[in-house]
């Protein structure tokens, strides 16, 4: 699992460390990995042209030590001063390594643009000075590495309302802040390179998945299983409208840990799916999970829905069965599955505004119909009503594809039949579906039923990795 804390978190952990330590040692920690990634990004330090951006805090001191450490190596290493406070010792450090001060004139031509304007003591938003040399270094092509966090983002919630720097690496310490994981911030970042600098933190506010965590969680039957202690799921999604959709939560289903499919619809839509999945059965009978929603277009029957939501059995809720949510009585045992759009309606706010704010808008989804959110996106985040949140960001761009959101709900509903909580087949279900994704798009586009189809192999790397 890897974690993401708040700004309060780490420099409480800080200040603690900090204490015990000789003054400024983590400071060389922090700029002693960020001189190597950065070397690392270069490929070669000797004679590369490197420019940082400076401004008044310790992020600038961390970028002037790595400068520093470059220009021991050989770089031909310039700080641009953004603010008259500049951290000192780092200033001098870089000038006895042959550093200097120059000015953003010095960008063009650079190899490399080091952002050491603000960490987690920024407040979003670049100021006049710093946009424009930002903004040289794009003008001219020229990478730019973070420093802890793209300047300008908002460290804690991942929104950036203001101009930002948008980096080709981000080198962070200690621990994963919360822009690091959620858009749009977390692409502002590019790739993300921990430096482990010793901090002793709480949990988590934000957590994500590793291919580790998928064996730990997956429900792998055992000896003395049979097809309905693996679960049985229940499927009430497609419609004489969109039949495919029923085809393809199926196959989504069928591809995740589920003893037993039963399909609930109408008759010549069952027979699409037995058609297609002769391991179908039509009809009622026990389930131990639903997922509901999926292509139901016209056709869904609101009041059996909610029927279903008050019963025992957990359910994923997708698409137009959302519709069915209110925010009276207890839905702990439900994960719903919304994209931009539907969260939006969900909560009487506009698109854009769930997409600029996704954390925030996740969260308050949950918190007011206490159900599991899973908001869709390049970056899936769930967040469950007791404040819990994980985020998957392993997902591919080719999985923006037609029936892609029908696979999921399926694959979900098969985690919650075979035991999982909302929370943990939410989280597992996106990390399978991107990585099955990105299999079956390794050579070009792909389509939902393909994805479907490499449920198997993708998740039987990830059970033996
Ligand atoms: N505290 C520690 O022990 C460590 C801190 N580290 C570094 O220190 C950073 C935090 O340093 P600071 O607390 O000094 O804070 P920053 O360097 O992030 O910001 C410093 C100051 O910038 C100004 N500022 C805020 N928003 C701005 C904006 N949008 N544009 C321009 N100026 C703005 C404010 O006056 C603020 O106090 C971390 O991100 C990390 O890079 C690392 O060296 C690891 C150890
Ligand atoms: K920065």
Redesign the pocket.
């Known amino acids: 699992m890897r974690s993401a804390h708040t700004v309060e978190q780490v420099r409480a952990a800080?200040a603690d460390l900090?204490a015990r330590l000789p003054e400024g040692t983590?400071?060389q920690r922090?700029a002693t990995g960020l001189a190597v990634a950065i070397s690392n990004f270069l490929g070669s330090t000797y004679g590369a042209r490197v420019v940082l951006l400076i401004?008044?805090?310790?992020?600038?001191?961390?970028a002037l030590y790595a400068g520093a450490r470059l220009a021991r190596r050989g770089a031909q290493v310039t700080a641009v001063l953004l603010s008259d406070k500049a951290h000192a010792e780092g200033l001098e450090a870089l000038k006895m390594c042959g550093g200097r001060v120059g000015s953003v004139e010095d960008i063009r031509g650079a190899d490399v643009v080091i952002d050491g304007?603000?960490?987690?003591?920024?407040?979003p938003?670049?100021?006049p000075d710093?946009l424009a040399a930002v903004q040289l270094a794009e003008q001219f092509d020229v990478p730019i590495v973070a420093?802890?966090?793209p300047s300008?983002v908002d460290v804690d919630t991942g929104e950036t309302p203001e101009p930002h720097v948008n980096a080709a690496l981000t080198v962070t310490?200690g621990t994963h802040k919360i822009c690091h994981f959620i858009d749009p911030a977390a692409t502002a970042c590019g790739p993300v390179h921990l430096v482990e600098?010793g901090l002793d933190l709480p949990p988590a506010e934000v957590e994500s998945l590793q291919a580790a965590d998928i064996r730990h969680l997956y429900p792998v039957p055992h000896g003395e299983s049979d097809k309905y202690s693996r679960g049985v799921l229940g499927l009430m999604v497609g419609s004489t409208q969109y039949p495919g959709a029923a085809v393809i939560a199926t196959a989504g289903a069928l591809g995740g840990p589920v003893g037993m499919v039963r399909y609930v619809g109408p008759d010549p839509v069952a027979e699409a799916v037995r058609a297609a999945h002769p391991e179908i059965v039509a009809g009622n009978g026990r389930v131990q999970a639903w997922t509901i929603g999926s292509g139901l277009g016209d056709e869904l029957d609101i009041p059996r829905i909610r029927e279903l939501l008050d019963a025992e059995e957990p359910v994923v809720l997708d698409a137009d069965g959302l519709k069915a949510l209110d925010d009276s009585g207890d839905h702990v045992d439900v994960l719903a599955t919304p994209h931009a759009g539907e969260l939006a309606r969900l909560l009487d706010v506009d698109r854009a505004t769930v997409e600029a704010e996704r954390l925030k808008h996740a969260r308050l989804a949950a918190e007011r119909y206490d159900v599991t959110v899973l908001l869709k996106g390049a970056t899936t985040v769930i967040a469950a009503p007791d404040g819990q949140v994980r985020v998957n960001s392993n997902a591919t761009p080719w999985l923006a594809t037609a029936g892609a959101g029908d696979v999921l709900a399926g694959l979900c509903g098969s985690l919650l039949a075979g035991g999982l909580s909302p929370l943990d087949a939410a989280s597992l279900g996106a990390y399978l579906h991107a990585a099955a994704a990105n299999l079956a798009s390794s050579s070009g586009p792909t389509t939902a039923i393909s994805v479907a189809a490499a449920l198997p192999e993708a998740t039987r790397y990830l059970l033996r990795s």
């Not at 401004?55 to 961390?62: A, Y």
């Not at 304007?117 to 407040?123: F, K, L, T």
Request: aromatic residues 4%; without cysteine.
């Open positions: 800080e900090m983590l400071m922090a401004g008044s805090g310790d992020n600038g001191g961390d304007i603000v960490g987690i003591g920024g407040r938003g670049l100021r710093a420093v802890d966090t300008g310490f600098i």
